[in-house]
Nanobody, 125 residues
Framework: VQLQAFGGGLVQAGGSLRLSCAAS????????MGWFRQAPGKEREFVAC????????EYGDSVKGRFTMFRDGARNTLYLQMNSLKPEDTAVYYC???????????????????WGQGTLVTVSS
């Protein structure tokens, strides 16, 4: 089982990036998934989550209206479209999967069972 996040990089404030999280070794279509981020010296922070069928999403207050999370079941891939980026969005971004089969995607770190390695997003002012 592997989650591979990629798509990070350096972008100017106001710009956009799309992160991807590719799952391999197991199909993740049945599971809720989430994106979190962690800035230097800070705790891991909830960014967004999506239900197993893509029908429900939730966003952290700091990214609402700017970020969009979606998934492609056929490709076993998760996405995070980030627009209007701000310097405070600078962090390592992680994707994660919740194996509980809950109908409601969770928003806390502890409720996720498996994490991919992160991808660094740096937003310059």
């Amino acid at each position: 089982v592997q989650l591979q996040a990629f798509g990070g990089g350096l972008v100017q404030a106001g710009g956009s990036l799309r992160l991807s999280c590719a799952a391999s070794g197991r199909t993740f279509r049945r599971y809720n998934m989430g994106w979190f981020r962690q800035a230097p010296g800070k705790e891991r922070e909830f960014v967004a989550c999506i239900s197993w069928n893509g029908g429900s999403t939730e966003y952290g207050d700091s990214v609402k209206g700017r970020f969009t999370m979606f998934r492609d079941g056929a490709r076993n891939t998760l996405y995070l479209q980030m627009n209007s980026l701000k310097p405070e969005d600078t962090a390592v971004y992680y994707c994660a999967v919740d194996f509980s089969l809950s109908g409601v995607p969770p928003i806390t770190v502890d409720e996720y069972d498996y994490w991919g390695q992160g991808t660094l997003v740096t937003v310059s002012s």
